[in-house]
């Protein structure tokens, strides 16, 4: 079969792709002109909103002084390592739910209940517990991540199919062979989209933290922006924080790619639905 009619539905894929890139663009930068003429006008009060020119400046200024990066490494590191620790913990627990299904069902309803609590609530034990410094941080972020990650995905290895499950048993494997050979490459990308979800609760979480306890980082530059009335180093903040939250969302899509579409997972799977 001629292989350019796929060239053809790919190449109409990128089109399409920079055509909705183009118009995300310029709705971006329509808002920021907007944003900025009507401050100007003073048709919004700059004081309460700032406005982008400002914004601009200011983060100069800080990038110049290195304050700015500082933040952003001590934020960033946090969520790394409270990212690692998050998944690790949380699909080994998911793991142990499913090896021992009493046991699963004697947790679920603690579950339920841990992950409705407002885990800002828990903030000042947790201050007590670990401290003033980056120990309460990561327990705030574990806190409000783990929960969500063993849900999503203990659920993803309770849906795998029972026929791949049958078929390690009828050539005599063992339970950890079904963990290895089935569940995991099946849960895949269930692991993956807990990952996503996981890298943004954990950057809530050190946010959180870093409200209460933080003599650095990106959340404690919103809040002393906030109590001094700098309200353009609060929106600066924020937008800083929204590109660290965007850059980590890509990091973590681009290992799906390469782990689940073009991985060993995905060949796994493969020879798993075929029965090979």
């Known amino acids: ?3 350019i009619p796929r060239q053809e539905y790919l190449q109409r894929l990128r089109r399409e792709k920079w055509r909705i890139g183009l118009i995300q663009g310029g709705l971006l930068i329509g808002a920021l002109v907007a944003w ?6 003073r048709v919004i009060d700059p004081f309460l909103v700032s406005k982008p020119s400002q914004i601009a400046a200011l983060l100069l200024k800080l990038a ?6 500082q933040h952003v490494a001590v934020t960033v590191g946090e969520t790394i390592a409270g990212f690692l620790l998050g998944t690790i913990l949380g699909l080994g627990a998911a793991i142990l739910l499913w090896w021992f299904p009493a046991l699963a069902r004697l947790v679920d309803p603690f579950l339920v209940v841990l992950n409705s ?5 828990l903030g000042p034990i947790f201050i007590v517990w670990m401290g003033n410094g980056v120990g309460a941080i990561l327990t705030m972020a574990l806190t409000i991540s783990v929960i969500t990650t063993i849900t999503v995905i203990y659920a993803g290895f309770t849906e795998t199919p029972e026929g791949y499950i049958k078929l390690i048993r009828v050539f005599g494997g063992s339970r950890w062979d079904i963990l290895r050979k089935v569940i995991l490459p099946a849960s895949a990308p ?3 989209a807990a990952l996503k979800v996981n890298i943004g ?13 933080s003599k650095a980082g990106l959340g404690y530059l919103i809040i002393y922006g906030g109590q001094v009335f700098q309200l353009t180093l609060v929106i600066a903040s924020i937008v800083i924080l929204a590109v660290v939250a965007a850059v980590l969302y890509q990091a973590v899509a681009w290992l799906e790619q390469r782990w689940v579409s073009g991985g060993s997972m995905g060949t796994t799977r493969a020879r798993l639905g075929s029965g090979g």
């Not at 900025?36 to 006008?41: C, F, G, I, R």
């Not at 110049?64 to 990066?69: C, F, I, R, T, Y």
């Not at 609590?117 to 609530?121: E, G, M, S, V, Y």
């Not at 609760?201 to 306890?213: Q, S």
Request: charged share 15%; glycine share 8%; no cysteine.
């Open 1 to 3: 079969m001629s292989t």
């Open 36 to 41: 900025e003429v009507l401050a100007n006008q």
């Open 64 to 69: 110049e002084e290195g304050a700015l990066w």
């Open 117 to 121: 609590t407002p885990k800002i609530a």
């Open 190 to 192: 269930t692991i993956v």
């Open 201 to 213: 609760l954990t950057l809530v979480g050190v946010i959180v933290g870093e409200f209460l306890v």
